[in-house]
Structures are given as structure tokens and as C-alpha cells.
């Protein structure tokens, strides 16, 4: 049976036995003993998010220490940074935490969809999609798995933090699962 320590664009945890690409957590456990979510999401407001394979190491999920969270892609985590004014981590996650959250719910914000930067997600109908040049793309837990053209001259639900949205506008390329580069 898989944990419930996938996370979604929405910032939900669910259980899939897909495999994501990325690593991280919330700054602590906050998983019961029998590897069971406690009533908690998130110990800190730090989001710590990496690469998933690391010189073979393996970790015993769900230990003494802190729950193991894992993401589809780094699109999906929505963790890129770029340290070019020396920002501190805490400076970034007080800022993040609150674009991130309505009180414990998701935080959405609008804004016009040609202005978003590939690897923006947005919600439709409910549902998550990535942007990528001229499409988006559908997310799921086990990858992309379909491509519609990407609306225009719309108000959209961003899912991504606004401060996200401004490191890709200014031209970082997060990695993305292999599953994009198929459909794009």
C-alpha cells in the first residue's frame, strides 16, 4: 500500500505507487508511527525539495525524522530558485508560504494566461496543467498525459506562487518530467 506522500499541484498529499523525480519535505515529521498523516501538513514553512536520485542512496521513508514528500517534476513542486540578490531561504519561505496558502487551504491567484512563463501550472475545470510554448499540459501522478493547445486571452487560477512565476519569467528552465518532453 502506498503512503499519502505524493503531493499534487494543488498542494494536496495523496497515495500513488507513480514515481516522482523529486524529493522533499516540510521541515519535520508530521506522520504518525504507523506511516499514517496526522491531522498536520506541514511541520515548518520551509518546502526542501531535490533531486530524488543521489549517489544510490536510500532512505527508510517515513522514519524517526521528518515525512518524505515526493513530486511528479520540479514544475509540479514549484521549488526553482534563483540566489541572485543573496536571499535568504527563510526570506524566500515567508514569502512563498503565504503565496502559497489561504489559511490552511490552497491559495490560487489570477492573472492573464499570455503572460505566464512555461512552466507555470494552472488549474482548468478543477484540473492541473503545466504550460509549455504554445500548449498545456495535462498533469497527472504518473506523468503528462495529454497536450491541448494553450488558451489565450484569458484570466486564469495560477497555481504557481507569484514569485515562482517571476524566477521563470526571467528565464529559469525548471526540469521536467520525461512524460513533457513526448507530448511537446
Avoid at 518524505?68 to 513542486?77: G, I, K, P, Y
Avoid at 491559495?107 to 505566464?116: A, F, I, K, Q
Avoid at 498533469?139 to 495560477?158: F, I, L
Wanted: glycine share 10%.
Amino acid at each position: 500500500m502506498p503512503l499519502q506522500n505524493r503531493v499534487s499541484p494543488f498542494g494536496e498529499l495523496f497515495a500513488t505507487s507513480a514515481r516522482g523525480t523529486l524529493f522533499g519535505n516540510r521541515g519535520g515529521k508530521f506522520h504518525a508511527d504507523g506511516k499514517a498523516l496526522t491531522k498536520r501538513r506541514w511541520a515548518s514553512r520551509q518546502w526542501i525539495c531535490c533531486v530524488l536520485d543521489f549517489k544510490g542512496r536510500q532512505r527508510d521513508v517515513w522514519g524517526r525524522y521528518y515525512t518524505e514528500l515526493f513530486f511528479l517534476d520540479e514544475v509540479t513542486a514549484g521549488a526553482p530558485r534563483r540566489n541572485e540578490t543573496r536571499a535568504t531561504a527563510d526570506a524566500m519561505d515567508d514569502v512563498l508560504h503565504g503565496e502559497r496558502l489561504d489559511g490552511r487551504a490552497k491559495r490560487t491567484h489570477r492573472g492573464p494566461v499570455d503572460t505566464l512563463p512555461d512552466g507555470a501550472v494552472i488549474a482548468v475545470d478543477g484540473e492541473a496543467f503545466a504550460l509549455r510554448g504554445g500548449k498545456m499540459l495535462h498533469w497527472t501522478p504518473q506523468g503528462y498525459d495529454a497536450v491541448s493547445p494553450r488558451p489565450r486571452g484569458a484570466e486564469v487560477d495560477v497555481l504557481t506562487p507569484p514569485s515562482i512565476v517571476a524566477v521563470l519569467a526571467r528565464g529559469y528552465v525548471p526540469l521536467w518530467h520525461r512524460s513533457a518532453e513526448t507530448l511537446t
